[in-house]
């Protein structure tokens, strides 16, 4: 009985560390992406606001 204990406890730990530095490198990604575009949609505004102005 307890040797399941054991390995239960044992593997939410490695799961935990495993898991933990994939789910921060996924989030990361995520936010590069959203800043990504909305670079890109500044960068187009920025284009036509100056393409309006000459």
């Known amino acids: 009985m307890w040797f399941r204990i054991v390995i239960l ?3 939410m730990v490695v799961l935990f560390y ?3 530095p994939l789910y921060w490198k996924i989030s990361a990604t995520i936010h590069d992406i959203r800043h ?3 670079s890109v949609r500044e960068g187009t505004f920025y284009k036509l606001l100056f393409a ?3």
């Open 9 to 11: 406890i044992t593997l």
């Open 18 to 20: 495993v898991c933990r």
């Open 36 to 38: 990504n575009k909305q």
């Open 52 to 54: 309006g102005a000459r």
